[in-house]
């Protein structure tokens, strides 16, 4: 059985920063960040290979945002900086069979966490 646990949600100003971290349980594969701001559909965020050797970024957070996974923890983290407010959204953990499916955010191929939170004021 899959799980994931998120953690690292908050408050932050315009240009700050936040750090995500998700930790899985039951299975190691390819993990990333989605997310869902309030009357929008889910956007991709991130996805990082299950070794970590390869990563991929929504346009949005493209040089703002960094996915990387400690595999003797079988955790992810998301650093998110130079924070905007169109960045206020719930965040979700989620596992799947390569980065590439992360991306795609196919309803039936994706493991999710609860989600966690994050608002970003300017």
């Known amino acids: 059985q899959v799980q994931l646990v998120e953690a690292g949600g908050g408050l932050a100003q315009a240009g700050g920063a936040l750090r995500l971290s998700c930790a899985a349980s039951?299975?190691?594969?390819?993990m990333g960040w989605l997310r869902q701001a309030p009357g929008k559909e889910h956007e991709f965020v991130a996805a990082i290979s299950t070794n970590g050797d390869y990563s991929i970024y929504g346009d949005s957070v493209k040089g703002r945002f960094t996915i990387s996974r400690d595999n003797a923890n079988n955790s992810i983290y998301l650093q998110m900086n130079t924070l905007k407010s169109e960045d206020t959204a719930t965040y979700y953990c989620?596992?799947?069979?390569?980065?590439?499916?992360?991306?795609?955010?196919?309803?039936?191929?994706?493991?999710w966490g609860q989600g966690t939170q994050v608002t970003v004021s300017s």
């Open positions: 989620v596992l799947g069979s390569s980065s590439t499916t992360i991306r795609r955010m196919a309803p039936d191929s994706l493991f």
């Open positions: 039951g299975r190691t594969s390819a």
